[in-house]
């Protein structure tokens, strides 16, 4: 229950993946936060609700009037590591992952739809059920921070030119505050997990059926559709190493 940025690292490494973050935002961004000089208070570098003003002219990475608060969420949905957890807030779109598969080579990754005839018919699909708790709005739209948690919805937070977040209901959380918090050095969310979905995966794909707005093709829109994507995968500098890369989605089924 832990974001892939938090998975396999000490808590010294936090601080060097948190620097490699910030520094990879600032280039795609196009200039560095003014606002915080500390590299490493995963609870203020995410509060900066600084608005990119202009994009034109292909200078940017990232699309005019996004928050430079959702870049690293924003930047999950698109393969790298992150500190934040996929969640959505619709069920077919729950039921649809819980019934697919990821199969990744490298930077490379489609879903597979998963089989019966394959499991056995007592193969189960699973759906985690969390709790944020109360939580505060901030200036940043759908951003918002509580006791234990921050959520942010990327279908507010960030321009709908960035398909694949709005065509998957895309909701991310993330731990209030990692770094002064001894006792969540891995930035598990598990504590906020209120229940488990068990489902047959026979029922579950008998539900999900195979309508086309719960196809791969609408919940991973290619490139030649999704401008944001697009824009991701052609800027020049590689993220870190540390961060992984943006994903290159093929068809699946």
């Known amino acids: 229950m ?3 940025g938090f998975r396999g690292l000490s808590v010294r490494a936090h601080a060097t993946f948190a620097h490699q ?3 990879y935002i600032d280039d795609l961004y ?3 936060c003014t606002c915080d000089p500390e590299f490493s208070k995963f609870s203020r570098t995410h509060l900066c609700a600084e608005q990119l003003k202009s994009s034109a002219g292909g200078g940017h990475a990232i699309v005019s009037g996004t928050y430079r608060a959702t870049v690293e969420p924003l930047l999950q949905h698109y ?3 992150t500190r934040w957890l996929d969640v959505v807030d619709n069920i077919w779109v729950a039921l649809w992952f819980a019934c697919h598969a990821q199969i990744t080579v490298g930077r490379y990754a489609h879903h597979s739809r998963r089989s019966v005839g394959q499991e ?6 699973y759906v985690y059920v969390f709790e944020t708790g109360e939580t505060d709005s901030t200036s940043i739209p759908g951003y ?10 990327l279908r507010y937070s960030v321009p709908s030119i960035y398909l694949r977040p709005h065509a998957q209901h895309g909701v991310l959380i993330a731990p209030r505050q990692i770094d002064s918090d001894p006792t969540n050095s891995q930035g598990s969310l598990k504590p906020r997990v ?12 008998d539900w999900l059926n195979t309508g086309g707005m719960t196809s791969g ?3 991973f829109p290619p490139a030649t559709r999704d401008e944001g994507y697009r824009r991701l995968l052609d800027w020049p500098q590689a993220p870190p190493i540390g961060l992984g890369s943006i994903t290159y989605y093929g068809p699946g089924n």
């Open 79 to 81: 393969g790298l590591k």
């Open 21 to 23: 973050m910030r520094s």
């Open 120 to 125: 056995g018919t007592a193969a189960k699909a």
């Open 194 to 205: 209120s229940g488990v979905i068990e489902i047959n995966l026979a029922d579950a794909l």
């Open 30 to 32: 196009g200039s560095s």
């Open 2 to 4: 832990a974001a892939t």
């Open 217 to 219: 093709y609408v919940l």
């Open 144 to 153: 918002q921070v509580g006791e234990k948690t921050r959520l942010v919805d």
